[in-house]
């Protein structure tokens, strides 16, 4: 029932899964929710685990999810801010790992450069967990597909409508995952906001595979026309602070408000990886609607979160 092939293994991108892996994922992902709500008895899979949380930015999502999910699977977890360890005071994350990685099974680690977590994982023995770089957000993609399937079945029929930053960690991850999965993904975003080329061939190689549709459009109505889901995420990630006023203006053309939505199905599905910025990426209005399923996508993080760790760390 576990994903066997993952055991022991880094999970930094949507990449680093097969297709299959992938499907066997989100299926025990279902499996966990099925559990959750059942009343069954948990099993204890993770007994004597312990995984390190490894944090340069904040987070309420990744963080609350990955620690109530190993103590739900029988483990424990410490949640070391790296303001609060010696990396803040120039301890290389090469010894750090090398340290760490006597002490604790796992490690999940939030940080700004995606070659902070690929170092990690290079100086660990034990498994590394991407949870968010500036890069990926691979534990989010997999709650995105999660959700789309359980409310509109089937992934491969969908066109999935990214509106807004095109460079950003979360669609990267989703795009990743569309491509390997299937279905059909409208990224709008402005002139030099591409998602990064070497992610988009990427993907690009996988759509090939999958019968996936991964399009770029400059266009927020050509990508929402039509679309089953429509799918934003904040103009300003952490650790883009100091471009604020210039990704405003860029942005700007790429809300999600009621008059782009109505191009959208009648029953056209919000997401958002939260948190949001209302009156920024999204309106009020529209992640309050009865559209939105922003709420499912956040408690799918946990369900996802405990097939990822249950299949990692056993
Ligand atoms: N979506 C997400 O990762 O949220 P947090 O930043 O709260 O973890
Ligand atoms: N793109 C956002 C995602 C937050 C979960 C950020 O990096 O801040």
Redesign the pocket.
Known sequence: MYVESLRGRDFLSILDCSRVELESLIKLSFEFKRRYYSGEKIIPILQNKILALIFEKPSTRTRVSLQVAIQQLGGHSLYLSSAELQLARGEPIKDTARVLDRYVDGVAARVYRHESLIELANYSQKPVINA?SDRE?PL?ALADVMTMIEVKKNLKNLKIAFVGDGR???VHSLMLAIATLGGKLYIATPKGYDPEISLLKKAYERASESGAEIVIVRDAVEAVDNADVVYT??WV??GQESERERRLKDLSAYQVNAELVRYAKKDFIFMH???AHRGEEVTDEVIESPNSVVWIQAENRLHTAKAVLASILR
Do not use: A, F, G
Request: charged share 15%; aromatic share 0%.
């Open positions: 968010l957000h989010q950003d960690n979360v995420d904040v990630s952490m990886c939260l948190p």
